[in-house]
């Protein structure tokens, strides 16, 4: 798709959105058999995370992320 928007020259924008609850991701770590330490080092990257939505008209209010993948 990117090389059929460049040959013409066009804009392509892209959104990625995850919607995992961290749960789920900690559920699933444990499943793999990956150590505890490493676990709680990913889970510790959600503690007070927050975000902001960027639009060509600006940007949103922060707001807190409480599911998805960082």
Do not use: H, P
Request: charged residues 25%.
């Amino acid at each position: 798709m990117q090389e059929k928007f460049r040959v013409k020259s066009k804009k392509l924008y892209f959104g990625f959105v995850d919607l995992v609850s961290r749960e789920v991701l900690r559920w699933a770590m444990c499943k793999l058999g990956v150590d505890e330490w490493l676990v709680s080092a990913v889970m510790s990257m959600y503690v007070g995370a927050r975000t902001v939505i960027r639009t060509v008209r600006g940007n949103s209010n922060y707001f807190e992320v409480k599911v998805a993948v960082r």
